[in-house]
């Protein structure tokens, strides 16, 4: 049976990237996720002109049949 020597494995560059932005949002919003969605949610209205207070608005429903 194959062991390793040492067992801490190297972490991604990416991945610890996206966790540093990941908690630097966190922390200006006081770690409030619904303070984070009310922001995400103007940044888009903002940019797009899309209104997101309801979410079942651009859902498709299926043709009956």
């Known amino acids: 049976m194959k062991t390793l020597k040492d067992t801490t494995v190297a972490a991604d560059p ?3 990237a996206v966790r540093r932005a990941k ?3 966190a922390e ?16 888009d209205e903002e940019e797009n002109g ?3 207070e309801d979410p079942t608005a ?5 043709p009956a049949g």
Not at 28 to 43: E, H, P, S, T
Not at 58 to 62: H, L, M, N, Q
């Open 14 to 16: 990416v991945i610890s």
């Open 23 to 25: 908690t630097a949002v």
């Open 28 to 43: 200006k919003y006081g770690f409030d996720v619904i303070a984070m969605v009310r922001a995400l949610r103007q940044i």
């Open 50 to 52: 899309n209104k997101a």
């Open 58 to 62: 651009a859902r498709v429903t299926p």
